[in-house]
């Protein structure tokens, strides 16, 4: 399975930008997604996360209310809208598909990764 991620770039503070990620097989459609990002120097960290059928999502507290994770199974392909953007959102953001049909906070609850795509918010 590959993930292709994408709609990376840069924003200024406050504002918005909604990035995706596709994937190459309708069989991650069972699965959970995973949203994490890895700023310069730092460990990669989770972000959000979604059930196969989205009726269950989970955030990391510093994007609680400003970001947005869903997904569309008939195209195979899952959104993190981020709002309210902050410069200290500045990173590489990964998706990945998890090993059971819900989304964990675990970096190892994933089977499967995509590139990154860089995101930077200017202050």
């Known amino acids: 399975v590959q993930l292709q991620a994408s709609g990376g770039g840069l924003v200024q503070a406050g504002g918005s930008l909604k990035i995706s990620c596709a994937a190459s097989?309708?069989?991650?459609?069972?699965?959970?997604m995973g949203w994490f990002r890895q700023a310069p120097g730092k460990e990669r960290e989770f972000v959000a996360a979604?059930?196969?059928?989205?009726?269950?999502?989970l955030y990391a507290d510093s994007v609680k209310g400003r970001f947005t994770i869903s997904r569309d199974n008939a195209k195979s392909t899952v959104y993190l809208q981020m709002n309210s953007l902050k410069p200290e959102d500045t990173a590489d953001y990964y998706c990945?598909?998890?090993?059971?049909?819900?989304?964990?906070?675990?970096?190892?609850?994933?089977?499967?990764w995509g590139q990154g795509t860089q995101v930077t918010v200017s202050s």
């Open positions: 990945a598909a998890a090993r059971t049909s819900y989304g964990s906070r675990r970096p190892d609850a994933y089977q499967y």
């Open positions: 979604i059930s196969w059928r989205g009726d269950s999502t």
């Open positions: 097989r309708r069989t991650v459609n069972n699965n959970g």
